[in-house]
């Protein structure tokens, strides 16, 4: 089995698109077939991704999901052998001091887990020495984290001029065995739209225009970029050796899954109908107004800003109490992450302004909740002991977002850190077959529980 595929860890600077991201577009953009993968937790990258490249790519969290078998299937289960698979990720921030740079192995860890070569993107905003010292940096860090790890080359962003730029090639060429792809212009780098932007329909196209004015040009570069160079790269790790697959229902067991197909809710990439399509489920997206004409085993509402979705769940006046009907009625509904904050009476916004829910359950969301500052790793265990999604011992992996509540009478989960083991605190609530969680839950780390909930 052949799938080509190379990772694209690339800098970033607060406030500016990833080049990485602008690089990755402007090659699809320029015709080269990408199958694009994410790896990490930035939902930000992730839509913006899927904004500029017109289509879902698919998320791997090794955070979350921290078995490298279950890794391989689920790239294997969204790659394409006729494609290049690039798996984008993130390597790290300037210092304040110039030739300072932190370095995430991210890039090395998930080199290690699919087997493949890496392409660095990096700022060349200073003279050749000091960018030299931050590259044996990351070398370092990548390589003490992977011996083995394969560094094939680098793409620079933002010389001074051409000439800076053979400069920076000339010196690549003295300190390591490398090959430079070409470099993006320094006028190139549009700012970062927010998560919010991104969600909203109302804000979605004036928020991107920049970034899709960026990529075109910048895949149109004549003698700039070599984006041949790059899709012959990643073709020198094509062998793949397969683990097997997810386990399918037996005929004439298809259960219908419905995910909620809302901008708000799209951080989650595909990974939703690669696991329920590979559960053998027959998987519809659909939007409120589809509740009413279409009947499914289970609904499914992925991890996103429920307070900016909710305006189009609206739209449907019967939305809220077909939604009832259905959990009254046993029908799976599934809310992950914060998407599901907004089915109680009232929820609170991150102004911390109070908003009227949908009214379907006895909960209170929080957006403003003023908890981590940032995702961490978690596992939940069963507070109930007629939990319909957890039984008895089992456990599942998930991520505790940053300033998320949830208030109910009858908390289902509880939550502790995976790195220290201390309490995270009580999540979730539970009705009927009806799961609103609070925290993310990586389905794929979750396989065989999620399979279960069908039964």
């Known amino acids: 089995m052949k799938l080509p595929r190379i990772i694209i860890a690339g800098e970033h600077k607060p406030g500016f698109v990833p080049p990485s991201i602008l690089l990755i577009s402007a090659m699809k953009r320029y015709g080269i077939p990408l199958r694009i993968f994410y790896c ?29 078998k279950i890794v391989r299937t689920l790239f294997e289960t969204s790659a394409k052998e006729n494609m290049i ?70 793409v620079f962003v933002n010389p001074f001029n051409p000439h800076s730029f053979q400069l920076f090639e000339n010196n690549i060429g003295i300190n390591f065995m490398w090959t430079t792809f070409g470099y993006i212009p320094s006028e190139l780098e549009p700012p970062i739209p927010t998560l919010e932007a991104l969600s ?49 229902f037996q005929k004439p067991i298809q259960p219908k899954v419905a995910i909620f197909d809302n901008l708000a809710l799209s951080s989650e990439g595909n ?41 189009s769940l ?12 259905m959990i009254e009625i046993r029908k799976i509904v599934f809310a992950n992450g914060a998407s599901g904050l907004v089915f109680g009476e009232k929820f609170f916004k991150p102004d911390d302004s109070e908003e009227k829910g949908l009214g379907v359950l006895p909960i209170i969301g929080n957006y403003n ?11 939940c265990t069963c507070l109930k002991t007629n939990s319909f999604l957890l039984q008895g011992d089992e456990k599942i992996n998930a991520l505790a977002l940053p300033n998320i509540g949830l208030e109910s009478q009858s908390k289902s989960i509880r939550c502790t850190f995976a790195k220290t083991g201390d309490f995270a605190g009580n999540m979730g609530h539970e ?18 529980v999620i399979r279960r909930l069908f039964y």
């Open 40 to 68: 990490g937790y930035n939902p930000v990258d992730v839509c913006l991704l899927q904004s500029v490249a017109e289509e879902r790519i698919t998320v791997i969290n090794l955070k979350t999901c921290t078995n490298p």
């Open 314 to 325: 609206r739209q449907e006046e019967h939305f809220p109490s077909i939604l009832k009907q």
């Open 85 to 154: 698979n690039v798996i984008v990720c993130d390597l790290g921030a300037r210092g304040n001091t110039i030739g300072e740079c932190y370095t995430d192995t991210t890039a090395s860890d998930i080199a290690s887990i699919l087997d493949c070569s890496i392409i660095l993107c990096c700022y060349a905003e200073n003279n050749p020495r000091p960018v030299t010292k931050i590259l044996i940096d990351i070398c370092t860090a990548i390589e003490s984290k992977n011996p083995n790890a394969s560094i094939k080359g680098a």
């Open 431 to 448: 009705e009927q077959n009806t799961i609103i969680v609070g925290v993310w839950i990586d389905l794929w780390s979750n396989a065989n």
């Open 271 to 311: 990974n939703a109908e690669l696991l329920f399509s590979s559960f053998g489920c027959q998987v519809s997206y659909i939007t409120a107004e589809d509740i009413l004409s279409k009947n499914f085993d289970m609904y499914y509402f992925p991890d996103g800003l429920g307070y900016i979705a909710i305006d």
């Open 200 to 248: 909203s329909s109302k804000s979605y196209i004036r928020s991107t225009f920049s970034i899709r004015a960026a990529v075109s040009r910048i895949s149109q570069l004549q003698g700039q970029l070599d984006y041949l160079a790059l899709e012959a790269i990643s073709k020198y790790d094509q062998e793949w050796t397969s683990i097997g697959k997810v386990a399918r």
């Open 369 to 379: 909740a003023k908890t981590n500052a940032n995702p961490e790793p978690v596992i």
